[in-house]
């Protein structure tokens, strides 16, 4: 009954997550009219969608899926990077999630804590030019994930984390 249980949620979990894709690939991302920061945002959704499925998905499944979605994020990390501040949550929250993504998708620690530690360094270097509050607050909640990822991403000595 479980096993049975498990696989109509995966299911439902699977076809919701092709229906947002749908809506992100179909309606908001043509809608978006060449605003970086609203396509760099829904290439990161579409990253995380995806990241979703590859939970879900059979074996022979996971490494295409992995593909798509760090294109994905790979799309999102260069618009954000060319066209955001590093303070901007929108670029941190996509970083935030690269990192995730690449700590629990690929298997690739190192590669997490980098990417997660850069943006950090950078955002928290720049945090000061950020005037607007509620850009500042979540700028600030993000950082702080971001802070305690590398704290889990991090093997050991050498890998402090300055506190914000």
């Excluded at 299911?11 to 970086?36: K, Y």
């Excluded at 829904?42 to 022979?60: H, L, Q, V, W």
């Excluded at 994905?72 to 995730?100: F, Q, T």
């Amino acid at each position: 009954i479980c096993e049975q249980y498990r696989e109509e949620i995966a299911n439902e979990l699977w076809n919701l997550c092709q229906e947002l894709l749908t809506i992100v690939n179909d309606i908001l991302t043509p809608n978006a009219r060449n605003d970086a920061e609203q396509i760099a945002f829904y290439e990161r959704m579409k990253g995380d969608f995806i990241r979703y499925e590859i939970e879900i998905a059979s074996t022979n499944l996971k490494e295409s899926l992995q593909n798509e979605a760090n294109h994905c994020y790979l799309n999102a990390k260069e618009l954000a990077e060319n066209n955001l501040p590093a303070y901007h949550p929108v670029r941190v929250g996509i970083m935030l999630n690269y990192s995730v993504f690449c700590f629990n998708s690929k298997s690739k620690t190192d590669n997490a804590l980098k990417i997660a530690k850069q943006a950090y360094e950078e955002a928290l270097a720049d945090y000061d030019q950020l005037h607007n509050e509620e850009m500042r607050r979540d700028a600030h909640a993000l950082m702080k994930s971001l802070q305690n990822n590398m704290k889990h991403f991090a093997k050991g000595p050498g890998n402090e984390i300055e506190e914000i």
